[in-house]
């Protein structure tokens, strides 16, 4: 995180006794990042966080991958996956369905109504976009409230679970890491703080305020994480309750960052992609593309230029507006265009005589450009367009 945040009680010096009302101990952890050797948070327990009474295998949902063989761009209809009332039963953890994948980074996509099992992530921090509804995370933290447009950063190893508010479906675009996700090192100062020129800052970030306590025995918390074939999954059991965390304080914590808080940088001409960036990980990005002004030089080409990405596939998930390079495709809002390294991409047939002149985009969507392959989740597999394609050339397949 890019600045220090601190909530409930702590003790005046860290690494001191921190004592209960009752004169007992508090359990201090320190829950940091690259070996004791960047951002951290310090937390303190009424329990002791290392306990536990139970250990069994967790059975993740299928993680299973297929190479995009042969290599085309693919169109997926994310919200057929969750057909009728199919997510008044799903939550936002075991309700997941992978969509595309590799050893960098995963992509799922879910749409919940129930309130999900306890459950962290011991593999790598996740963003999880929220397309519509609103969501009370709980964390080991404090609670953070979600809604729609909000970026949820979870860092690797926190303790949460997503209760979703309301009648509506929550739609969730989840996407976890093998490693951090922080915002781009371009936007921050040499000491972490966002720069001027950043399309965001610090005051758009919101993390818990104060702590969550839960009172609870023999409670069962899901954590996903490494194994010697891949990830896996194990189902703990502890004697007291996760949430007994009376104060923290430090850089490491999760926050909600809105989508609509993000100011687009434009220009005279056409802008690249990573005027967009929001986030970053290992071996991919996070963009994402706002409701702006387009370029207002006047022989300008509003939409995008066709363009080979020689050295990342380029996932595109269209979350509201009207995405003017895509009409004609069947592109729609919960859909996913998957453009991979190799392939020259561009606008669809007529999308650059149709956007001369243009003044305004009012377009959302989330993009994840990966350095590596990505290959298609069961999920993926099955929402699959399988006409997408040919559309650029109106006709096919040939041989």
């Avoid at 860092?155 to 508010?165: D, E, L, Q």
């Avoid at 005279?268 to 706002?290: A, D, K, L, S």
């Avoid at 394609?389 to 006709?395: D, K, P």
């Amino acid at each position: 995180m890019a600045y220090y945040r601190r909530a409930g009680t702590i003790p005046p010096k860290r690494h001191t006794q921190h004592r209960t009302p009752e004169g007992g101990l508090y359990s201090e952890e320190l829950m940091g990042e690259e070996g004791f050797s960047s951002d951290s948070s310090l937390l303190y327990h009424r329990g002791v966080p290392s306990a536990i009474v139970g250990a069994t295998p967790w059975d993740l949902p299928d993680q299973t991958l297929t190479e995009n063989r042969p290599l085309v761009p693919r169109h997926l209809k994310l919200h057929e996956l969750f057909a009728g009332n199919d997510w008044k039963s799903a939550d936002v953890v075991t309700g997941r369905r992978l969509v595309l994948g590799n050893g960098d980074v995963r992509i799922s996509y879910v749409a919940a109504g129930e309130t999900s099992p306890l459950y962290r992530n011991a593999v790598g921090d996740e963003c999880v976009y929220v397309e519509s509804g609103e969501a009370r995370v709980e964390t080991v933290f404090g609670v953070l409230d979600a809604r729609q447009g909000d970026y949820v950063i979870l860092p690797r190893a926190t303790t949460h679970r997503w209760v979703p508010v309301g009648d509506e479906p929550l739609r969730a675009y989840v996407v976890e890491a093998n490693s951090h996700i922080t915002p781009p090192k371009r936007y921050l100062s040499k000491f972490g703080q966002l720069l001027e020129h950043a399309p965001y800052c610090e005051r758009d970030l919101h993390g818990p305020d104060e702590p969550f306590l839960a009172e609870g025995e023999d409670v069962e918390v899901l954590v996903k994480h490494r194994g010697s074939r891949g990830i896996t999954g194990t189902r703990y059991v502890y004697p007291t309750h996760p949430f007994d965390v009376v104060g923290w304080d430090g850089f490491l914590y999760p926050y909600t960052f809105n989508i609509a808080d993000f100011e687009p940088i434009t220009g005279r001409v056409h802008q690249p992609p990573p005027v967009h960036q929001v986030f970053e990980g290992h071996n991919f990005v996070i963009c994402n593309f706002v409701p702006r002004k387009v370029d207002y030089h006047p022989l300008a080409v509003p939409v995008p230029y066709y363009h080979s990405n020689v050295d990342s596939d380029e996932v595109m998930f269209y979350c509201g507006g009207n995405y003017e390079a895509r009409k004609g495709s069947g592109i729609a809002q919960g859909s996913i265009s998957l453009h991979p390294g190799g392939h020259s991409h561009g606008p669809q047939p007529g999308a650059v005589e149709r956007s001369l002149g243009a003044e305004f985009f009012d377009e959302l969507a989330v993009m994840v450009d990966t350095f590596r392959p990505l290959e298609l989740g069961e999920g993926g597999l099955a929402s699959e367009d399988p006409g997408y394609a040919w559309t650029w050339a109106g006709r096919g397949p040939v041989g």
